[in-house]
């Protein structure tokens, strides 16, 4: 199915190479190309470059179109995001997109270059916690939030910005666990924000994966509480099964498998 539409796209662009509705919609197209290839494990990479050839091209036939940048971002972000996932230092692509969402919003206050926007910061700050640099974790984590709330001003029934700021603050409880802090009242706003994010939109996988890191930190706040977490992890064992429900063979679903794995055989205390 996505073969057919590409090779529409490309026909159409044969016929009038100057058409930017096409240019944007191939763009938009292998950008989710190199999203499906990545979560079946495959290589994201060509479709990537693909995405960005067409979105500068777009670029170039609509010079600071907004939704043009605003494609462009997103695919620095979602390079950024595999990188960090792949253990590479995302810095560069997340630079990129951040100035890009910038440029989108062009003095106004667009819901989709806030939420990519914020997506950037969240994305560096978790970024930081990997590497322990907790200070500069706690700075964009703050950023993320006012812009990931001011989406939710705009659109109280944002599904994608209420679970892009549960993950935020389930990174901000890993953050003050770290610290040696009690991470319960962050845990308790990620938990509603996750389960209103739920009760808007039941289809996406990324809306479980949220759901199944939030019992991931949950059990390893109870662990180093010294607390039970047995059930914990039964709950986020279930968020990953619905998670495969809607996308059989995730790589992200295959490597929290593991870690709950790991904590299941960790002795409960």
Request: charged share 30%; aromatic share 6%; net charge negative.
């Given at each position: ?194 389960d209103r994010a739920l009760e808007l939109e039941v289809s996406l996988i990324d809306f479980y994966l949220a759901d199944a890191r939030w019992y ?54």
């Amino acid at each position: 199915m996505a073969e057919l539409a590409q090779a529409d796209f490309e026909r159409a662009i044969e016929l009038a190479p100057e058409r930017f509705p096409a240019w944007v919609g191939l763009g938009q197209l292998l950008h989710l190309r190199a999203i499906a290839a990545y979560t079946r494990g495959q290589d994201p990479a060509p479709f990537f470059v693909g995405a960005r050839q067409a979105h500068h091209r777009a670029l170039e036939l609509a010079p600071d179109e907004p939704t043009a940048l605003l494609n462009l971002a997103w695919t620095a972000y979602f390079e950024g995001k595999f990188a960090l996932r792949e253990g590479s230092d995302p810095t560069g692509q997340l630079a990129e997109a951040g100035e890009l969402c910038r440029r989108s919003l062009a003095g106004r206050r667009r819901p989709r270059s806030l939420l990519c926007l914020g997506s950037v910061w969240r994305m560096e700050a978790e970024h930081h916690i990997n590497r322990n640099e907790l200070d500069l974790a706690a700075s964009h984590i703050s950023e993320a939030e006012a812009i990931l709330r001011e989406v939710l001003d705009l659109d109280s029934t944002h599904a994608e910005a209420h679970r892009s700021l549960g993950r935020l603050m389930t990174l901000e409880a890993r953050r003050l666990r770290r610290v040696g802090e009690d991470p319960t009242a962050m845990l308790t706003q990620a938990r509603e924000l996750i389960d209103r994010a739920l009760e808007l939109e039941v289809s996406l996988i990324d809306f479980y994966l949220a759901d199944a890191r939030w019992y991931l930190e949950q059990a390893q706040w109870l662990r180093a509480a010294r607390r039970d977490f047995a059930e914990v992890i039964a709950e986020g064992r279930r968020s990953l099964a619905e998670a495969l429900d809607q996308a059989d063979g995730s790589i992200e679903v295959s490597r929290l498998e593991v870690d709950f794995e790991a904590m299941i055989t960790t002795r409960p205390i």
